[in-house]
């Protein structure tokens, strides 16, 4: 079977954020160009450019992938009433979101926070608020709003770049969401 343009297109477009993504959270946003993007792809810059002009191009599909995945966990969350069930679904949605292309994104995010704020990237200070907001009702008290924060965090905070943690990702994940959930009423 002969593939489409539009899938071959596709495909490349996706292979170019996945190795901008692992170059930018490895390497550096700032320490990272074009041209060894597209070294490591094996293209030549002019094909790269067809499918991005910049880097920072790049960046900006790859951010939009995972608010996507994040605005629909928000969405989710605030279609019915926060019960302790909910927030600990949301808690357990938001492990698999990190454990995916949006998690990555987010770790390349935190991994390159001083050279992202001239960009104005604030994704994962958003995403913990939205989430926060989402979660709490109105009527919680400070201790249930300080709950809920920690238990976004203890997620967060296992899938973090460079995590002195030890363990595997998934080892983390699963301690995450046990204290997560000790942590959410």
Not at 88 to 93: D, N, V
Not at 129 to 158: F, G, H, K, N, Y
Request: proline share 3%; charged share 30%.
């Amino acid at each position: 079977m002969t593939e489409t343009p539009t899938r071959r297109r596709g495909d490349t477009r996706a292979r170019i954020q996945e190795v901008a993504l692992e170059r930018f959270t490895e390497n550096g946003y700032d320490q990272t160009s074009l041209r060894e993007i597209a070294e490591d792809l094996g293209v030549t810059k002019a094909a790269l450019y067809y499918h991005f002009k910049t880097k920072d191009d790049i960046l900006e599909s790859l951010l939009s992938q995972a608010s996507t995945a994040l605005d629909e966990l928000v969405a989710w969350m605030r279609a019915e009433p926060s019960t302790r069930e909910r927030r600990l679904e949301m808690i357990h949605r938001l492990a698999g979101i990190t454990q995916g292309v949006p998690g990555d994104v987010m770790r390349c995010v935190q991994q390159n926070e001083v050279a992202l704020q001239n960009l104005g990237t604030s994704l994962v200070h958003d995403l913990k608020v939205r989430l926060w907001e989402a979660a709490i009702p109105d009527e919680a008290s400070i201790e249930d709003r300080l709950r809920i924060r920690m238990a976004v965090m203890t997620v967060l905070i296992a899938n973090k770049p460079g995590n002195d943690l030890g363990g595997t990702a998934a080892e983390r994940t699963a301690a995450a969401l046990e204290i997560a959930e000790d942590l959410v009423r």
